[in-house]
């Protein structure tokens, strides 16, 4: 699964945008530098049910923003994307 997919899913799960989550994890001070990705894992458990893989998709956007490794763009592995950033707007407005 792409992370793009992993991100559309945690949206149909949730029913909140990537972005909408990225702002209240900054609210809470999830992207603090400091705060371990199990913490973040804890709270999207808690608050949305997510498991760990959709979970760390997350993690990877509140840590470090929406651009990911090249090396999962236009490949044909398990992980591959199509951009190197991921669109955190909504499924609805993503460009085709």
Known sequence: MSFQA???T????TGLTPRQL?????????SDPSV??????KWLKADYDLGRGHGMALVHVI???PKIDNKHVGTDGTHRDESDTLWLDG???KPA
């Open 22 to 30: 990225l702002e209240i994890a900054e609210s809470k001070g999830f």
């Open 91 to 93: 499924k609805a407005s």
């Open 6 to 8: 992993y991100l559309d």
């Open 10 to 13: 945690i949206e149909d799960k």
């Open 63 to 65: 840590k470090n923003g």
């Open 36 to 41: 371990k990705a199990g913490t973040i894992l």
